[in-house]
């Protein structure tokens, strides 16, 4: 008779387990439901004090027009900021002639264009002035002298 009870008293122990781990795992879901944003069909709000640069996004197609899709940009003031990867099958100095002179078309009064390139192993960065720039376009620079006038450095990542 001993043994009956004993098997009897096993069960329900395992059985106690499994309902604390199911109520614990229900109580997890509602608390991370309760604590999301919003709800799957819902729209999360815009915040008001977020100001969209429409340039950002023109300057952005006109590079993926190009081939260009996997960039980053940021348009401002005082300079014009882009990350990018060298589609494959490209030239370097093609693209970064492109890149320079859309830029400038979305910025021409900002002091400066900056492309980082970006590779496996290292940021390959660029700097020029917008000024050079229209001089190059103008012919009033050769391609030496604008080369010249570009700053380069690199960055290793490894």
Do not use: C, R
């Amino acid at each position: 008779m001993e043994q009956k009870n004993n098997q009897k008293q096993i069960p329900h122990k395992g059985k106690k387990k499994w309902i604390f781990l199911i109520i614990l795992i229900i109580l997890a879901g509602a608390v991370f439901w309760f604590l999301q944003k919003g709800s799957p069909g819902e729209a999360v709000q815009i915040e008001e004090d977020i100001e969209l640069n429409l340039d950002n996004s023109q300057l952005y197609s006109l590079l993926s027009e190009a081939g260009i899709t996997d960039a980053l940009v940021d348009v401002q003031e005082k300079e014009t900021l882009i990350a990018l990867t060298i589609p494959q099958g490209q030239n370097k100095e093609d693209v970064l002639s492109f890149v320079y002179g859309a830029a400038t078309g979305f910025s021409p009064n900002a002091d400066k264009i900056t492309v980082h390139i970006l590779t496996q192993s290292a940021v390959e960065e660029y700097s020029v002035t917008t000024e050079n720039v229209v001089k190059y376009a103008d012919g009033k620079l050769t391609k030496e002298e604008f080369d010249k006038t570009v700053v380069k450095k690199s960055f290793s990542l490894i």
